[in-house]
């Protein structure tokens, strides 16, 4: 199997001429799987070797302008180069409660309607994760609203016992979120790859010595 790491911005703060804004993409069989969407990223996708279109996952690890403002972009980009297809599987999106209510208003406020399903999946926050007179709980953000192109995605709470949240579990891979500590709720991301059986016929081996 093989995994490819694309840093397509590593600025902070704000984007530059020569350093875009926070995002990295991981390209897996076929799949591309975008870390944080700063401003800029659907640019800098057009000068790299990737497809904006195999864009399958969004991971956002906290809601500070330079690592979600070019979120929205990206959706309009992504959804222009569509075609409608009910039959396509959603575009799954990761990241802290508050989120999804986000990419809502932005949408029906610049009347933006994209060609593809997505779903937001949301982390719920523990008030240990910044200091106290900056955590703000966005439980309330976006329970009566049920804009059209858009399932209902999970609300995600700690494991006490893993002290993590468990995101993707497939055939292939396991990835969770972690806390981090910042001025705000922060979260890192672990990709995980699950192990695999060998190809080497171990009873012939031994048989043959």
Known sequence: MSME??????????????????????RREGQCWLFDCGEGTQTQLMRSHLKAGKITK?????????????????????????????DKPPVDIYGPLGLRSFIWRTLELSHSQLLFPYVVHELVP???????????????????EAPSGEAQGRILHLDPVENSYLLVDDEQFVVKAFRLFHRIPSFGFAVEEKPRAGKLNVQKLKEMG
Request: charged share 15%.
């Open 5 to 26: 790491v694309t840093f397509l911005g590593t600025g902070s703060a704000y984007p530059s001429p020569a350093r875009a804004a926070s995002a990295v993409a991981l």
């Open 58 to 86: 969004i991971f956002i690890t906290h809601l500070h302008g330079d690592h979600f403002f070019g979120l929205p972009g990206l959706l309009c980009t992504l959804s222009l180069q569509s075609s409608p297809d009910p």
């Open 126 to 144: 523990t008030r240990d994760q910044c200091p106290a007179e900056e955590f703000k709980d966005f439980s309330s953000l976006g329970k009566d």
